[in-house]
């Protein structure tokens, strides 16, 4: 009985690209003298006569499709196909065939790993792998995993770590290449090898350390390849592609090992420049280098949190990486600044006590001052971490900025972030002193989120009104919340809801006292701001003069009377504003010139009166 096993067809493509059947047969795989080498042979099932013979080729990117067809490449326009009849025969070539890659990948690493190859044909070796892995690219997933696999258990990376070891630059340089590849491709797998070779072998022949010293000794000007380098280490340190699973995890494992092997080597060149108060190399092949391990620290203070705030920490190294804010290249200056505002960003306590026990807002402050008035990058980037701290209201770095470098910057009136700041200073410090102004804060805050949405609409309305009409000597005259918008930051949002709630409090109990009291009004309540007093303002109202026992029948105490007056404004007695203290003040003065109106303001809205008394 025929073996189908091995039963196939043979197929080419032709010049309009389209498969022409070239015969039935069998396959089998052997060597052959005339090829000098491993090879396929396909014989007709009808004749016996050759239908196919080519040599397994490590060259040749072979594909596996649909379990039963191989399709590979002989020439440039010659694309040769094997459809099989069954599965099992497919597998059994295709086996062949990576059994072939495997000797030849064993043989390559050999000469390359051996000192007596001579450099040329070690670089004309490592060439052939460069281009045998870029040309893996265009391999379907499944065939580029299985070519990867094979280049792993080959030792692909022991070789790499010789080759980058060695004084070549070409060679080295190929090999880079060849190690992107693998880092590109799963860089799981280049983690585990460095961790597991960390057991063994000392931090300076590590394969991720030879490849931080190959960054940082990089003789391009342009430094192509540190930069290529540099995104490589970015890639193996970035939590995002790293490996979880129920028992361990690999962030864990490799940012331990990394900030434990690795980290002294990425940093030496940054501490090494940075002893004194200027860098002590400031050329502009060194500031590039400086910039991109900045860069990286950067992306670790993102990202890696724990390892990196100990290691910044202990190591002290944001002192050290200030000093490169004294560079002569601003970009170096400006990835320092980044460095921090990074660290800033993250409004972490631990952080900030490092950053306030070694003062270390003194070099931007000093970068800021001899900036002067340039508007650059340096002097945006160095308000707009100030502003972050206003903004964010980090009280700790607030209260050390202003107590330390506020004389430095209280002329700074280009913006006002600097006084915003100091503003914020002074507002802890009242609620430092002044507890219960908080407390006062919270009560009436509770209070504003309970009323009901129609008392809300009609003070609205009532407050867009007097807006409009109270006008005197060509000015508007406007409750004390609204004159205090032309200074920013002066009252808090809360301070201007309850003034705006006063004035209708007031207006809706002087309608009450105008219509109970028979035969004379009580005094007006008006609002009175004082942007310079810290002391509490009491409300003087002498309506307070008229309470009578308080619950008794028809007293002014009872509800619905004008004691009720005294009542309620005694609750917000002193309201605190950013400015000062806002209280409710009435003016004996005015009680004659009520009399003499007291027939035509009876039916007289509140809210219209300042323009009748202008008038």
């Given at each position: 009985m025929t073996d189908t096993r091995r039963r196939v067809k043979v197929y080419t493509l032709n010049e309009d690209r389209q498969w022409d059947d070239r015969g039935t047969g069998h396959v089998s795989s052997g060597y052959v003298e005339r090829l000098k080498g491993m090879s396929l042979l396909v014989r007709a099932e009808s004749d016996g006569s050759l239908l196919l013979e080519s040599?397994?080729?490590?060259?040749?990117a072979y594909q596996k499709q649909q379990d039963t067809l191989i399709v590979w490449s002989e020439a440039e326009n010659y694309d040769l196909a094997l459809s099989f009849q069954e599965k099992a025969g497919?597998?059994?070539?295709?086996?062949?065939?990576?059994?072939?890659?495997?000797?030849?990948?064993?043989?390559?690493?050999?000469?390359?790993?051996?000192?007596?190859?001579?450099?040329?044909?070690?670089?004309?070796?490592?060439?052939?792998?460069?281009?045998?892995?870029?040309?893996s690219q265009t391999l379907q997933p499944q065939n580029r995993d299985a070519f990867f696999k094979t280049l792993s258990n080959m030792g692909i990376l022991p070789a790499l770590e010789v080759i980058l070891g060695m004084d070549d630059a070409q060679v080295r340089s190929a090999a880079t290449d060849i190690f992107s590849y693998l880092v590109e491709y799963n860089p799981s797998m280049v983690r585990e090898f460095v961790m597991q070779e960390a057991q063994q072998n000392d931090d300076d022949i590590l394969l991720i350390n030879l490849i931080i010293?190959?960054?940082?000794?990089?003789?391009?000007?342009e430094l192509g390849g540190a930069v290529q380098l540099m995104g490589l280490l970015r890639t193996l340190v970035d939590p995002e592609n790293m490996l979880?699973?129920?028992?361990?995890?690999?962030?864990?494992?490799?940012?331990?090992?990394?900030?434990?092997?690795?980290?002294?080597?990425?940093?030496?060149?940054l501490l090494a420049?940075?002893?004194?108060?200027?860098?002590?190399?400031?050329?502009?092949?060194?500031?590039?280098?400086?910039?991109?391990?900045?860069?990286?620290l950067t992306f670790c203070v993102e990202h890696h949190t724990?390892?990196?705030?100990?290691?910044?920490?202990?190591?002290?190294?944001?002192?050290?990486?200030?000093?490169?804010?004294?560079?002569?290249?601003?970009?170096?200056?400006?990835?320092?600044?980044?460095?921090k505002r990074k660290i800033i960003g993250l409004k972490d306590e631990f952080y900030n006590r490092y950053i306030m026990k070694s003062f270390l807002f003194e070099p931007v402050v000093k970068a800021f001052l001899n900036n002067g008035s340039r508007y650059n990058l340096m002097n945006s980037a160095i308000i707009e971490m100030f502003e972050f701290i206003r903004v964010e209201d980090?009280?700790?770095?607030?209260?050390?900025?202003?107590?330390?470098?506020?004389?430095?910057?209280?002329?700074?009136?280009?913006?006002?972030?600097?006084?915003?700041?100091?503003?914020?200073?002074?507002?802890?410090?009242?609620?430092?002193?002044?507890?219960?102004?908080?407390?006062?804060?919270?009560?009436?805050?509770?209070?504003?989120?309970?009323?009901?949405?129609?008392?809300?609409?009609?003070?609205?309305?009532?407050?867009?009104?007097?807006?409009?009409?109270?006008?005197?000597?060509?000015?508007?005259?406007?409750?004390?919340?609204?004159?205090?918008?032309?200074?920013?930051?002066?009252?808090?949002?809360?301070?201007?809801?309850?003034?705006?709630?006063?004035l209708k409090e007031s207006e809706e109990k002087e309608v009450l006292l105008k219509t109970n009291l028979s035969g004379r009004q009580s005094p007006s309540f008006k609002l009175s701001f004082s942007s310079g007093t810290k002391t509490n303002l009491t409300s003087q109202s002498s309506a307070s003069n008229l309470s009578g026992s308080p619950g008794?029948?028809?007293?002014?105490?009872?509800?619905?009377?004008?004691?009720?007056?005294?009542?309620?404004?005694?609750?917000?007695?002193?309201?605190?504003?950013?400015?000062?203290?806002?209280?409710?003040?009435?003016y004996p003065d005015d009680d004659e010139e009520d009399d003499e109106d007291e027939d035509k303001e009876e039916t007289v809205p509140l809210s219209k009166k300042a323009k009748l008394e202008s008038s």
């Open positions: 040599k397994i080729n490590p060259n040749t497919c597998d059994e070539i295709w086996e062949k065939i990576c059994q072939e890659d495997e000797k030849f990948l064993t043989e390559l690493f050999a000469q390359l790993t051996d000192e007596a190859t001579d450099e040329e044909k070690r670089q004309e070796l490592v060439n052939f792998l460069k281009e045998f892995c870029a040309f010293e190959h960054m940082i000794c990089d003789t391009d000007p979880a699973t129920a028992n361990k995890t690999e962030k864990t494992e490799f940012l331990g090992f990394f900030y434990k092997h690795c980290m002294h080597v990425l940093t030496a060149p420049n940075t002893t004194e108060e200027k860098p002590s190399k400031d050329d502009f092949q060194t500031a590039q280098l400086l910039a991109l391990i900045l860069e990286l724990y390892h990196i705030k100990n290691y910044i920490i202990n190591k002290d190294i944001l002192r050290r990486v200030l000093v490169l804010m004294a560079s002569k290249h601003a970009f170096l200056a400006l990835c320092a600044l980044r460095f980090i009280k700790s770095l607030t209260a050390h900025v202003i107590e330390n470098y506020w004389k430095a910057l209280e002329d700074v009136d280009y913006v006002q972030t600097f006084k915003g700041l100091k503003l914020r200073f002074e507002q802890q410090r009242e609620r430092q002193d002044n507890p219960k102004l908080d407390s006062m804060r919270s009560i009436l805050r509770n209070h504003r989120y309970r009323r009901d949405a129609r008392t809300l609409e009609d003070e609205e309305e009532m407050w867009f009104n007097s807006d409009e009409d109270d006008m005197e000597d060509g000015e508007a005259v406007v409750p004390p919340s609204d004159k205090t918008k032309n200074d920013e930051d002066i009252m808090d949002p809360i301070s201007k809801f309850m003034e705006r709630k006063k008794s029948p028809g007293s002014p105490g009872s509800p619905g009377s004008p004691g009720s007056v005294s009542k309620s404004t005694s609750q917000m007695a002193a309201i605190t504003t950013k400015g000062g203290l806002v209280g409710l003040v009435d």
